[in-house]
Structures are given as structure tokens and as C-alpha cells.
């Protein structure tokens, strides 16, 4: 079964820094490209960023240009987002999501993992 | 990019159809065809409905189906059921290479 599991959520101040992972299991992870979607309190879903199925492209939205990074590791099935000068605007629920293809990152989302919440307060 | 505009709720009685409509403009519905909609149960992870505006996933309801006319998709779900009571978003590739959702629609099984 094609699963993916997100960690490293939590509490961090306004400036600070976060490192979420999703560990993807169930199917040839190099073979996809990855995605990280996010749920603000209330709102709906808005794509953070994406990279392909080599790691070879990155994509980011406008919101986190700058400040995230995302990141994989196909040797150990992990997908990375490394998240620096967080705001509070930044705090959500955040999904590991997969492509249905290697390069075009954007076509569709057919596995979602269950999220993991990110606050940032002071 | 701003959101794709959906209506905010829809409703209708079981056994009927009802259609979510998803706006976006030539910069992104309009100009690709890779619209998605993705069927969201509150602290569930979303599922994938519908690709490249009109093509279903193996295991997903022939009940549900999409469609696109010039900047505007839409998602329609024939034989409403109880079950299919949740949140819908569409999202659309777009000319800045990036991907943007609709605001979401709730869909309300009376």
C-alpha cells in the first residue's frame, strides 16, 4: 500500500527555524515527484512546493521563495522541507503529497499523507 | 497568483446531481489542461477525484466527473450519497510555474 507519513511539526517562534520530513513507503519513490501542500487554521489548501522525481527541479510558491528548501532523499524514500525565517502566517497543517509523474510535478496529487501541524507564535 | 474562485457551499437531497464550478482565468485553467479536484473529509488526508480536467483515478466513482469551458472547470457528482458530504478544491497549473488552489466548496448532502 502506497503510503506517506509526515513528521518534525511543532511549536517554533516567529524567525525561527523547522525541519519537516514524510517518509514514503508502497511504491518506487525516485519515480515521482513530491509535493508539500499546506492548510492554514480555517483556509483552504495552498501548494507550497514541489521537485522532481530525480531532485533535479524545484519549484516554490511566491509565499516561501527564499525561506523553505525542499529536499529528497531517494536512497532513504524521504522528502524534506526545510523551513527558515517562519512567520505566523506560516502556520498550518502541512501534507507530503506525491505526483502522478516523475517531472510533471504539477498534473495531480494521488496520495496524501495524514499532515503534520506546524505553529509559529511567540 | 490569487485562488481559484469556487463557491463557497453547494448542497442538494440524495439521489440528485449537483455541479462545483472552479474559475480561474487564460494563466492557468484556461491555458493548461491539468486541472485536479480533490474530495477533503475534515482531518483526513484529501484524495484525489478527478485529473487533467476530466480523467478518474482507478478506484474513484464513476458518479463523480469533470469537465472544463474556457476558464472554468467543473467537478459533477450524479446520484448524490450521504458519503460524498465534505470539501472539494480544484487546483490548476499556471503560467508561473507554480500551482494554485480554488478557495474550496462545501458540499452539503441535505
Known amino acids: 500500500e502506497e503510503q506517506l507519513l509526515e513528521s518534525g511539526g511543532g511549536l517554533v517562534q516567529p524567525g525561527g527555524s523547522l525541519r519537516l520530513s514524510c517518509a514514503a513507503s508502497?511504491?518506487?519513490?525516485?519515480?515521482?515527484?513530491m509535493s508539500w501542500v499546506r492548510q492554514a487554521p480555517g483556509k483552504g489548501l495552498e501548494w507550497v512546493s514541489a521537485?522532481?522525481?530525480?531532485?533535479?527541479?524545484?519549484h516554490y510558491a511566491d509565499s516561501v521563495k527564499g525561506r523553505f528548501t525542499i529536499s529528497r532523499d531517494n536512497s532513504k524514500n524521504t522528502l524534506s522541507l526545510q523551513m527558515n525565517s517562519l512567520r505566523a502566517e506560516d502556520t498550518a497543517l502541512y501534507y507530503c503529497?506525491?505526483?502522478?509523474?516523475?517531472?510533471?510535478?504539477?498534473?495531480?496529487?494521488?496520495?496524501w499523507g495524514q499532515g503534520t501541524v506546524v505553529t509559529v507564535s511567540s | 497568483q490569487s485562488a481559484l474562485t469556487q463557491p463557497a457551499s453547494v448542497s442538494g437531497s440524495p439521489g440528485q446531481s449537483i455541479t462545483i464550478s472552479c474559475t480561474g482565468t487564460s494563466s492557468d485553467v484556461g491555458g493548461y489542461n491539468y486541472v485536479s479536484w480533490y474530495q477533503h473529509y475534515p482531518g483526513k488526508a484529501p484524495k484525489l477525484m478527478i485529473y487533467?480536467?476530466?480523467n478518474r483515478p482507478s478506484g474513484v466513482s464513476n458518479r463523480f466527473s469533470g469537465s472544463e469551458s474556457g476558464n472554468t472547470a467543473s467537478l459533477t457528482i450524479s446520484g448524490l450519497q450521504a458519503e460524498d458530504e465534505a470539501d472539494y478544491y480544484c487546483s490548476s497549473y499556471t503560467t508561473n510555474s507554480t500551482l494554485v488552489f480554488g478557495g474550496g466548496t462545501k458540499l452539503t448532502v441535505l
Open positions: 487533467e480536467v476530466s
Open positions: 503529497a506525491k505526483g502522478r509523474y516523475a517531472s510533471n510535478w504539477y498534473a495531480a496529487f494521488d496520495i
Open positions: 508502497g511504491f518506487t519513490f525516485s519515480s515521482y515527484a
Open positions: 521537485i522532481s522525481g530525480s531532485g533535479g527541479r524545484t
